[in-house]
């Protein structure tokens, strides 16, 4: 299974805002499967969605 990112925000939000999150929540709504993981090398969030692999 590979990931791609679809958004990605800084991670020093304002105080009480997860964009990161919301943005995601919206996008389950769409019935879109995405998470929410940290990337700590560039110190932000990232939205990514599931590709599944085509079956051979």
């Not at 805002?17 to 499967?33: H, N, V």
Request: net charge negative.
């Amino acid at each position: 299974m590979n990931r791609m990112v679809v958004q990605k925000f800084p991670a020093g939000g304002p105080r009480g805002s997860w964009p990161a999150e919301e943005f995601a929540a919206a996008q389950r709504a769409l019935g879109r499967p995405v998470e929410v993981v940290m990337d700590l090398d560039t110190d932000a969030f990232l939205v990514v969605a599931r590709q599944l692999e085509p079956a051979e």
